[in-house]
C-alpha cells in the first residue's frame, strides 16, 4: 500500500534508485549486523495525508550505531530530528525484530519500549546487502504508512 502510493504521487528524492531498499522480497539470509558505526538514511513512503501529501520522501544521511549491550544488540539512530532507538531480537535467519522507541528533536535519547506509548515502535531488521540492511517500521507515528531506514558500514578511513 505505502509503495504503490509512493509510485503513484509526487515525492522528494529518487525513488528509482533505491533498489532492493524498496524491494519487498529482498531480505537474505544472514540478518545478524556486525557492531560499529553506521550511515543509516530513512526514507518514508506513502502519505498518512493521503493522496494530498508527498508519496514519499529520501532523507540524507545521518549517523547510527550498532552496539552489544548486557540485554542484547540494540540499534541507534545517533543523529536527526527523529531518532529511533531499540534492541534487536532474533526471529530467524532472515530477520530481526526491534522493539524501541523513538527521540524527537533535541529530547534525550529514546526511552525503552512500553514507557511511553506514543512514542513505542516496533521494526524488522532484514540484510538486503553484503553490507547492506533496512529496518521496516510499519504505520510509524508521524508522516508516513511505511518507514525504511538503510544501514551499511561507516567509512572507516
Known amino acids: 500500500l505505502a509503495l504503490q502510493q509512493a509510485r503513484r504521487q509526487r515525492g522528494s528524492g529518487d525513488l528509482n534508485s533505491l533498489g532492493d531498499l524498496i524491494d ?3 531480505a537474505r539470509p544472514g540478518v545478524t549486523p556486525p557492531t560499529g558505526d553506521y550511515r543509516c538514511r530513512t526514507v518514508k513512503l506513502g502519505s498518512q495525508g493521503g493522496e494530498d501529501g508527498l508519496g514519499y520522501v529520501v532523507y540524507g544521511w545521518f549517523a ?3 552496539e552489544q549491550t548486557p540485554r542484547g544488540l540494540k540499534f541507534t539512530k545517533l543523529t536527526g530530528s527523529q531518532r529511533p532507538s531499540g534492541l534487536l531480537f ?3 535467519d532472515r530477520h530481526m525484530l526491534l522493539l524501541g522507541s523513538m527521540a524527537l528533536a533535541q529530547e534525550p535519547a529514546a526511552n525503552s519500549y512500553g514507557r511511553n506509548s506514543d512514542r513505542d ?3 524488522v531488521l532484514e540484510r538486503i546487502g553484503e553490507a547492506r540492511w533496512r529496518l521496516v517500521l510499519p504505520w510509524p507515528q508521524y508522516e508516513s504508512n511505511l518507514d525504511l531506514i538503510e544501514l551499511v558500514p561507516a567509512k572507516t578511513d
Do not use: F, G, H, T
Open 90 to 92: 532474533p526471529e530467524n
Open 24 to 26: 519487498p522480497s529482498a
Open 121 to 123: 515502535l516496533v521494526a
Open 64 to 66: 547510527c550505531r550498532i
